[in-house]
């Protein structure tokens, strides 16, 4: 079965960081691209970055160019996101997400999710 | 970036009725269109993906269709499980993807 676990998740300050991971099993890890799929309180989704099976291409929404950065350990079987400069618009629950094989951008398995809260 | 756009956004059916949902992208991206349903503090799911295949379990009564800019997710016949928030979403290009705002299915 396919598990996606985050974690890394909690209230940080404006202009703060803090780096979410996310556990992988149940699949090839390493078969995989991974995304980011974030989500405000009561509002839609929306894509973050994703990241190839080995690491070699990277894309971010324009928006959070800069700020985040998406990463992976195959070894691990996880993928992670390091958020710098957080501000109050960034408060949302974080999803990683599988993308399907050969359908690129296609998100077929969900992590719980973890919660981002910035605020002073 | 393609930007999708989705109606109604609140829709109020019974039991047993078929409702479809619309969604409209900026630009064309041929049928590289999925829809996810989400239920309260719950992740997303996939429901459909290449604008009318249906995901591995998802019961029949829901179906996709449309090519280009235009796509509508039916469901024959509502079922108390399936009162939840739609989602459309292009995956046409590498990036950015992006998604609809959502569609609220609620109980009339």
């Known amino acids: 079965e396919v598990q996606l676990v985050e974690s890394g998740g909690g209230l940080v300050q404006p202009g703060g960081s803090l780096r979410l991971s996310c556990a992988a099993s149940?699949?090839?890890?390493?078969?995989?691209?991974m995304s980011w799929v974030r989500q405000a309180p009561g509002k839609g989704l929306e894509w973050v970055a994703n990241i190839r099976e080995d690491g070699s291409e990277i894309y971010y929404v324009d928006s959070l160019k800069g700020r985040f950065t998406i990463s992976r350990d195959n070894a691990k079987n996880s993928v992670y996101l390091q958020m710098n400069s957080l501000r109050a618009e960034d408060t949302a629950v974080y999803y990683c997400a599988r993308e399907r094989a050969y359908n690129y951008g296609l998100f077929d398995s969900w992590g719980q999710g973890t919660l981002v809260t910035v605020s002073s | 970036d393609i930007h999708m756009t989705q109606s109604p956004s609140t829709l109020s059916a019974s039991v047993g009725d078929r409702v479809t949902i619309t969604c409209r992208a900026s630009?064309?991206?041929?049928?590289?269109l999925a829809w996810y349903h989400q239920k309260p503090g719950k992740a997303p799911e996939l429901l459909i993906y290449?604008?009318?295949s249906l995901e591995s379990g998802v019961p029949s009564r829901f179906s996709g269709s449309g090519d280009g800019t235009e796509f509508t997710l039916t469901i024959s016949s509502l079922q108390p499980d399936d009162f939840a928030t739609y989602y459309c979403?292009?995956?046409?290009?590498?990036?950015?993807?992006?998604f609809g705002q959502g569609t609220k299915l609620e109980i009339k």
């Open positions: 149940g699949f090839t890890f390493s078969n995989y691209w």
């Open positions: 979403q292009q995956y046409n290009n590498h990036s950015p993807y992006t």
């Open positions: 290449k604008t009318s």
């Open positions: 630009q064309s991206i041929s049928k590289w």
